[in-house]
């Protein structure tokens, strides 16, 4: 009955946005780890269209995945035994593709049967396996806090606090080769954090045309920066990395005005569609999948190596084989996933977090600190 309410209550407009922020995340893995060097190519409309899927594609699956998030979690009433159920309930997901594929990992290549790998299998959340599952474990450690703290700001400090980011991270990472302490972590997701609860708490609802031109106007400049950055570098291929990801990288003003954007137009999208629901729920599972250390280096460097089709094909059609592995990859793993699920629901999630709760009232009744008194 629990799922069935949660899918019922789900915006599937939002779900569908979030099926297409991962699509986009496997495309940018597929161009960005493939083992053709899309940017040591020579200059060309080809090497120009594979080129926009480097950085761009996967950065605002990253900010959209974490916005979504975000939006619901900067309203809740903020609860330290919340958020830590939450992570006991993301760390069964990950300890059990850790496993599987740590296994197949062990079978298929040797040199891994290493203690330091069996640490890495049994402990994937505090070995940073997969980054992005790390940094929002932190992240929902520490957001009880941050909700309490930013509300304690008051919206004038909040709104400097704003500004002061916007600085640090939005204007000067414009700079190439900056180092400013903020990328793929849970510093980038506390950034966002704070400028979505400003949003929400204190500003008015953008209106659809500002959505939309926040979204074209961002795609626009990008295609723009990437035609005058690939003119500028020929001769010097070492240098288009940096110059590109100045303006693409995750976080960046444009990454975030154009996921923003998009999810603002998402958001208005209000219909109910239990398959997308279904399919959304498996996202994550998606990316645990194809992004496993050995799993992406058979992917990308093996079996689906661009190299093949590159000098081979028509722009058209190699953008269609990409597309076509893409979204190949990402229903084969889904179907993976939720095979994952089926197993959970016959075994683990009978009683969802039953034992996180036993085990937390075990540990209130000798620490009181942990009760929440709202």
Known sequence: MGVKKRFKNR?????????????????????????????????????????????????????????????????????????????????????????????VTLYKVPEERTIESLWKILFPLSRNTWWYATSYAIFLFLSPFLVRGLRALG??????????????????????????????????????????????????????????????????????WNVIVSFATVGHSDRIYEYLLCLEREWSVLSLALSFGLFLLFCRLHFQSRIVNSCAASTFGIYLITEHYYVRGILWQQWFNLSNWYNTYSVPVILLIVFVIGIAVFVVTLILDKVRALLFKLTIDRNKGHWFDVLWDVAERRFPILKDKN
């Open 11 to 103: 915006e599937s407009g939002i779900e569908l946005l979030r099926i297409i922020a991962m699509l986009l995340i496997v495309l940018h893995h597929e161009v960005m780890h493939n083992a053709l060097p899309v940017l040591d190519q020579e200059l060309s409309v080809r090497k120009l269209t594979l080129q926009l899927f480097y950085f761009t594609p996967g950065k605002v699956g990253i900010a959209l995945f974490f916005i979504i998030s975000a939006w619901f979690v900067v309203d809740k009433t903020p609860s330290l035994r919340l958020s830590c159920r939450k992570v006991w309930i993301l760390e069964r997901e990950l300890l059990f593709w850790s496993l599987c594929l740590g296994a």
């Open 155 to 224: 919206k004038k400090y909040h709104g400097q606090c704003c500004l002061a980011m916007g600085f640090l991270w939005g204007v000067l990472t414009l700079i190439p080769n900056s180092n400013l302490e903020i990328s793929l972590n849970s510093m980038g997701f506390i950034y966002v954090f704070v400028l979505i609860a400003y949003y929400k708490w204190y500003m008015r609802p953008f209106q659809t045309t500002t959505a939309w031109k926040m979204f074209l106007i961002s795609i626009v400049v990008i295609l723009l």
